[in-house]
Antibody, heavy 123, light 106 residues
Framework: QVQLVESGGGVVQPGRSLRLSCAAS????????MHWVRQAPGKGLEWVAV????????YYSDSVKGRFTISRDNSKNTLYVQMNSLRTEDTAVYYC????????????????WGQGTQVTVSS | EIVLTQSPATLSLSPGERATLSCRAS??????LAWYQQKPGQAPRLLIY???NRATGIPARFSGSGSGTDFTLTISSLEPEDFAVYYC????????FGQGTRLEIK
């Protein structure tokens, strides 16, 4: 069955960096576009970034552009996000999510989600 | 950015009753609207995609309708496990989510 397992969260000071990972299994990872979505405490969901299956094409939300970098290693079935210059408003649970389409196309519909990893930015 | 407004914020119903949740977009999203269910401490689960298509494994009591700017998620007869928070999400432009409707037991 499809599994997505995030790791790498923690408590970090403003301005510092953190890298999150998402280990995928149960499907052909290299065929799917992948996303990061976050949820601030007690708040709704916010899309963060997307990476196409080839690892080349990437897009970001305005709130993280220039600070976050999404990447993937298809040989390791793993998705990453490097988060630099962290701000208090980046505090959230970060989910990785699989795109709905299996042909590598980007649909921005999220059919499987991991359980999330908590990132807390605080001094 | 397309803003999605969900109503009501909280819906109090009893098991067996019919639930009707609304989502309104600030501009047309065609049929590119999905619904997700989230329970406390869990990840969201895709219920409906492209306004009216049930995702794999979703019970038939869940249905979606609408197009353009107005959408509805209907749960025909509530089961105890259906009490959760529901989010709509558009993919017509850069994806955005509604603020959620909390479905609670009356």
């Amino acid at each position: 069955q499809v599994q997505l397992v995030e790791s790498g969260g923690g408590v970090v000071q403003p301005g510092r960096s953190l890298r999150l990972s998402c280990a995928a299994s149960g499907f052909t990872f290299s065929s799917y576009t992948m996303h990061w979505v976050r949820q601030a405490p007690g708040k709704g969901l916010e899309w963060v970034a997307v990476i196409f299956n080839d690892g080349i094409i990437k897009y970001y939300s305005d709130s993280v552009k220039g600070r976050f970098t999404i990447s993937r290693d298809n040989s390791k079935n793993t998705l990453y996000v490097q988060m630099n210059s962290l701000r208090t408003e980046d505090t959230a649970v970060y989910y990785c999510a699989r795109d709905f389409d299996s042909s590598g196309y980007r649909t921005d519909c999220f059919d499987y989600w991991g359980q999330g990893t908590q990132v807390t930015v605080s001094s | 950015e397309i803003v999605l407004t969900q109503s009501p914020a909280t819906l109090s119903l009893s098991p067996g009753e019919r639930a009707t949740l609304s989502c309104r977009a600030s501009q047309s999203v065609s049929s590119y609207l999905a619904w997700y269910q989230q329970k406390p401490g869990q990840a969201p689960r895709l219920l409906i995609y492209d306004a009216s298509n049930r995702a794999t494994g979703i019970p038939a009591r869940f249905s979606g309708s609408g197009s353009g700017t107005d959408f509805t998620l209907t749960i025909s007869s509530l089961e105890p496990e259906d009490f959760a928070v529901y989010y709509c999400q558009q993919r017509s432009t850069r994806p955005t989510f509604g603020q959620g409707t909390r479905l609670e037991i009356k």
